[in-house]
């Protein structure tokens, strides 16, 4: 059973990064294209990190519902793989298009714009933890 629900965390982990990391695309593009320029990047990301929370709590609590509680430690491994997916897509989303590399990648949280992002994502793989339909 320990097994099944490692597995179900990881699943549900990856689902959840994966609707995310799409959402905060769209979201991205947004910002950098069209509120950046106008208010700067600290406002631009200042605006965006309460929307993509949000949309990650509803993203979680859609994936999380009508199942069985979530024991506390398949919660973290969700949480744990969720944010891991998304740093690895974050990643491979910066080589692409910013061309800085690993180096630029982690460059970015030195920058306080870059700092609140990380902390947005932190709070991201926070989620599993707290949210209701996990604890059921």
């Known amino acids: 059973m320990a ?6 965390a990881i699943r549900l982990g990856a ?7 799409l959402a905060g695309f769209a979201l991205g593009a947004l910002r950098t294209l069209v509120i950046a320029p106008r208010t700067g990047d600290l406002i631009a990301v200042g605006i965006e990190l309460p929307v993509i ?5 509803l993203v979680f609590g859609w994936l ?10 398949a919660r973290g491994q969700a949480g744990l793989v969720a944010f ?4 690895a ?11 800085g590399g690993v180096r630029g990648f982690v ?8 700092a609140l992002g990380l902390a947005g ?3 991201f793989a926070l989620i599993p933890l707290v949210h209701p339909a996990a604890r059921n």
């Open 53 to 57: 929370l949000g949309v990650s709590w």
């Open 89 to 99: 897509l974050e990643l491979a989303l910066s080589v692409v298009i910013a061309d």
């Open 3 to 8: 097994m099944r629900t490692s597995l179900s």
């Open 84 to 87: 891991l997916m998304l740093m």
């Open 15 to 21: 689902l959840y990064a994966g609707a995310v990391f």
């Open 64 to 73: 999380a519902r009508g199942r069985a509680a979530w024991p506390l430690p």
């Open 121 to 123: 994502q932190v709070g």
């Open 107 to 114: 460059a970015d949280w030195l920058t306080l714009p870059g």
